[in-house]
């Protein structure tokens, strides 16, 4: 099985610095995805992790320890659009092939002026 | 098209009514994912099909819930005996998928169902 945890909501300023935690436990490994959601929308793709690091993309980055089951999802130069929940989302492997994308339950990230 | 679609928008049924939800995915993607997100709730997983392996069903809530998918394309998720529980917006995603899976997935705008 797979077990993902993130905080349920996090408040932040505008112009600066939030990083989302998450951490898995999962059944093998094959990948960790961030997605952005607003309210009322489908989720969209931010970041993918495989391998351990950090992976830059703009304003934000992904990183992740394989060894530790921890990925975070760093977001700079926050602008108020930035207000979303952000799932983070694990692959697992069960020897037959990949596991389904399970996702967590959202970080709900409330920028302030 | 360019996405994935996903039909009706919206759909209110009675208590006790079968329900059909569709989906049609991003042409070429082989892999098909199923889930279910109510109000404020995270993204609950329901049902996995990757090309003509068996489907992963192990998140289907109850066996009123099933799900196909014909000739590795359009899906659809058929809910029996509505109940009000039931009342959720559904997201399909697909994406290239492939032995591993670690290809993005993309989601349709998911349909409303209201089950009164």
New interface residues.
Partial sequence: GQNIDQPTEMTATEGAIVQINCTYQTSGF??L?WYQQHAG?????LS?N?LDGLEEKGRFSSFLSRSKGYSYLLLKELQMKDSASY?C?V?G?SG???????????THLIIQP | GAGVSQSPSNKVTEKGKDVELRCDPISGHTAL?W?RQSLG???E?L??F?GN?AP?KS?LPSDRFSAERTGGSVSTLTIQRTQQEDSAVY?C?S?L?G????T???????TRLTVV
């Fill in positions: 094959n990948g995805f929308e489908a989720p969209t793709f993918y495989v799932l989302a692959i492997y037959g092939g990949a596991d389904g994308l399970t996702f967590g339950k959202g | 994912y889930y709730q995270g993204l997983f049902i996995y990757q392996s992963d998140g997201l995603a994406s998928g032995r591993k899976g670690l993005e997935a993309f989601f349709g705008q998911g």
